[in-house]
């Protein structure tokens, strides 16, 4: 998390005013990788001319503010494109320190974290209630309802502090 959403977490400010739809429990490595290419194919039409920025999220981990990086949306497709790519990327990371994709606007806030020796992982998104219900019936055509659920930003984001 870097300053701006952290500052924006605080005040409940979006994209931390809609909802947070997640994970609640880790999931195959499989059906994560189907599961964010959905949620990146929607968010590219929704917002196709929006500057993406990528970050590492220690939100979990020991709080560690940090800097995000100009990228594009293929960025965010490189790092989901197959199991393999999505276990290599936390393959020698710090535990619970998530990958992160927004966009300038702060339009969500997209999180992942694998557990590379599990081979499974989950996924939240901050997000606008409207956007959230569009993205939650097309996930349930990929993936099992039970796989999802929706909680405020502020309890979910509670809940897992450092």
Known sequence: ???????????YSHPFDGVTVYCPKHIPVSRLHEVLA????????????????RLLDWYEH????????????????????SEKTLCNAFHLADSEVRIGFTTTAYDFYLR????????SGD???????????????????????ELISVQSPKAFFTERAA
Do not use: H
């Open 123 to 145: 996924f939240d998104l901050t997000c606008s209630e409207a956007l959230a219900r569009i993205l939650v019936s097309k996930l349930a055509r990929c993936c099992d309802a």
């Open 1 to 11: 998390m870097n300053s701006a959403l952290e500052t924006r977490l605080k005040s």
């Open 38 to 53: 959905a949620i990146s194919q929607y968010l590219q039409i929704v917002f196709p001319l929006g500057s993406v920025v």
């Open 62 to 81: 020991d709080g560690y503010i940090s800097e995000a990086s100009p990228c594009a949306w293929s960025d965010l497709d490189n790092s989901i494109a």
């Open 112 to 119: 992942f974290y694998v557990w590379a020796e599990e081979a």
